[in-house]
Nanobody, 121 residues
Framework: QVRLAESGGGSVQAGGSLRLSCAAS????????MGWFRQAPGKEREFVGT????????LYAEPVKGRFTISRDNAKNTVYLQMNSLKLEDTAVYYC??????????????WGQGTQVTVSS
């Protein structure tokens, strides 16, 4: 069974940066897509971005394009979300997902528990 554990969330000033990590354990799935989603209060879960098994193909939602970067280190079984130029509207619980396929948005088989990101003015 695959387990995902997010870390790196916290509170940051607008314009600042955070780096989220997602460590995977259990069944190996290095060739599967991995992604990040987020859910703000009162809103449905929203797709943020995804990365293919090789790390060479990435896809981002328009609101984060140019500011967020997804990467993965298969040797460490870890995927990262580097968030720069954070805005108030980026405040949400961020979820790591694995076993993702498809587009608009991807569907994923495994989910982490989420980590809170709060952006303040």
């Amino acid at each position: 069974q695959v387990r995902l554990a997010e870390s790196g969330g916290g509170s940051v000033q607008a314009g600042g940066s955070l780096r989220l990590s997602c460590a995977a354990s259990g069944r190996t799935f290095s060739r599967a897509g991995m992604g990040w989603f987020r859910q703000a209060p009162g809103k449905e879960r929203e797709f943020v971005g995804t990365i293919g098994w090789s790390g060479g193909s990435t896809l981002y939602a328009e609101p984060v394009k140019g500011r967020f970067t997804i990467s993965r280190d298969n040797a460490k079984n870890t995927v990262y979300l580097q968030m720069n130029s954070l805005k108030l509207e980026d405040t949400a619980v961020y979820y790591c997902a694995a076993g993702c396929s498809g587009i608009s948005p991807p569907s994923c088989d495994y989910w982490g528990q989420g980590t809170q990101v709060t952006v303040s003015s």
